[in-house]
């Protein structure tokens, strides 16, 4: 289409999620302009636009071109690869941009290279916003949840661009001003390190159910579809009851799942969100052990080694024995732990949240990001709602846990818990997400646990001091003389 007027906005970058994040904004009424340095992306794109209802996108194959065809203030929306492509398509577009335009990160970008590209376009008059966007492919055509932080003042030049073409739940659309800084990718990431938790903890509950409880395919498939009208009501169940139900079409012969290379891919954000834990002194074992179980999964061809090598040694498999199972009762304990340990994926993230606002000093409203995860993203779910309304009745709230409806939802179901992880370890099947989430569970609730012999250990070898629990002060104690004595 040619433009006889400016675009409102501009988006650069039309792989699958730009293309569609910039159909959906043309939908919405606003006219778009957009670039890609591959041309036949544009001319791609430009298709589409005429084929889904003759849209108002304008493609442009020069970068000039691209930012003059923007109405002042220029927005520009960047949906490239992290890292290098992203500084290289922003020296590219900010010749021609002019003080007082913006430039908005859309990709999962690591929160500091927004930072320091804030600060490089505040140095030429730029405004700048790191855009975390949630919703894959369908979300950004017909949805997503958008979390944006940075400059306050380019939010306000779009937000009204945003509120449209975002997800729309029952009290608003899924989208609001993260904050300053880098705090919207910062919030994608941990986004992102919740939905690795998820998805762990699902896959355990698929292989529970599939080797100890003996069920096929078609059975998960109606399992999942009944949870999923119920307290686990999500995408991520939604789509793991049509995955179930998809045939081989490649053979012709059983379900495409079971035809999969169990290797699971990742693009980083997970990795840096159990190191931002570890870096704050957040405790978040659900998201660490979705990531190690991802590393594990790597080493495909150690593993069938491995496999052969304990068979070999006497190893026997008991996963093969489903008769004494009671595959009712496993199935209702599944669905209870599943919710139990989601509970603590979704406190640990929240807790990293909240521990990094505070660190610099962002102001994050927890409530509120619980009520943009609502719709539109990939961890949407029913009970975020209660999330929402969890922070919004303490916004001090320690924990997730704490909260008086969801701690009482942990003890109602921790008994089954307890049963799915101990069958799950006594038949061989590795369960670390519910596993690290129920061990969580019982070291936050315990008053006294047994770091006091850590701490007696530091202070024996490295005189590190301790303190006591009937008196103020430090303490070090001469262990090795005391203990020589008492041997006496």
């Known amino acids: 289409m040619e433009s006889a007027t400016l675009s409102r906005i501009g988006l650069a970058g039309l792989a699958v999620m730009g293309q569609n994040l910039a159909l959906n904004i043309a939908e919405k009424g606003f006219p778009i302009s957009v670039y890609n340095r591959t ?8 298709d589409r636009a005429h084929r889904e209802g003759q849209l108002p996108l304008f493609g442009h194959y020069t970068p000039k071109d691209f930012v003059l065809s923007i109405s002042k203030p220029r927005s520009i929306i960047i949906l490239v690869k992290a890292g290098a492509p992203v500084d290289q398509t922003i020296t590219a577009l900010s010749a021609y941009m002019e003080p007082g335009d913006t430039i908005i990160d859309g990709g999962n970008e690591w929160y500091e290279n927004t930072e320091r590209r804030m600060a490089d376009a505040s140095a030429n008059g730029l405004l700048y916003l790191g855009m975390g966007v949630s919703g894959g492919e369908d979300g950004a055509r017909n949805g997503p949840s958008l979390m944006p932080g940075g400059s306050h003042k380019a939010y306000l030049n779009i937000h009204h661009i945003l509120e449209k073409i975002a997800a729309q739940v029952d009290d608003g ?16 990431m941990v986004h992102n390190g919740i939905e690795y938790g998820d998805m762990q903890l699902i896959s355990e509950a698929y292989d529970v159910l599939k080797n100890v409880g003996g069920l096929g ?27 179930f139900r998809v045939k081989d079409e490649e053979t ?21 969100t159990v190191q931002q834990a570890a870096e704050l002194s957040i405790a978040a074992p659900t998201i660490a052990a979705s990531l190690d179980s991802r590393y594990m999964s790597g080493l495909k061809e150690e593993r069938e080694e491995a496999a052969e090598i304990f068979k070999r040694e006497g190893l026997e498999e008991e996963i093969n024995n489903v008769s004494s199972v009671d595959k009712k009762r496993l199935i209702d304990d599944v669905r209870q732990a599943l919710y139990a340990s989601k509970i603590c994926s979704y406190a640990q993230g929240m807790n990293l949240l909240r521990a990094k606002s505070m660190d610099k000093g962002w102001g994050l409203n927890l409530g509120e990001l619980a009520r943009i995860w ?14 929402k309304q969890a922070y919004q009745r303490n916004p001090g709230l320690a ?12 003890v109602q179901r921790q008994a089954a818990w307890r049963r799915v992880v101990g069958l799950a370890i006594q038949k061989g099947v590795s369960v670390p997400g519910m596993s690290a989430s129920l061990q969580y569970f019982d070291t936050y609730r315990r008053g006294r646990l047994p770091a006091n012999l850590v701490q007696a250990q530091r202070d024996y070898f490295g005189a590190h001091t301790y303190e006591r629990i009937d008196r103020p002060g430090s303490y070090h104690t001469e262990w090795s003389k005391l203990a020589r004595k008492a041997r006496v």
Do not use: Q
């Open 399 to 410: 924990n997730l846990l704490v909260d008086p409806d969801f701690a009482k939802e942990m």
């Open 39 to 46: 041309t036949s992306k544009v001319d791609e794109t430009l």
């Open 173 to 188: 659309p899924c989208v609001t001003y993260i904050g300053e800084g880098g705090s919207g990718n910062f919030v994608k």
């Open 252 to 272: 012709g012969n059983g379900h495409l799942v079971d035809k999969i290379l169990d290797k699971t891919g990742m693009k980083g954000t997970g990795k840096w």
């Open 374 to 387: 609502k719709g539109g993203c990939i961890i949407r779910a029913v009970f975020l709602d209660r999330i």
């Open 217 to 243: 395919n078609e059975e998960l498939a109606a399992i999942f579809e009944e949870w999923n009208r119920g307290e686990l009501e999500s995408f991520l169940i939604e789509i793991t009851s049509d995955i």
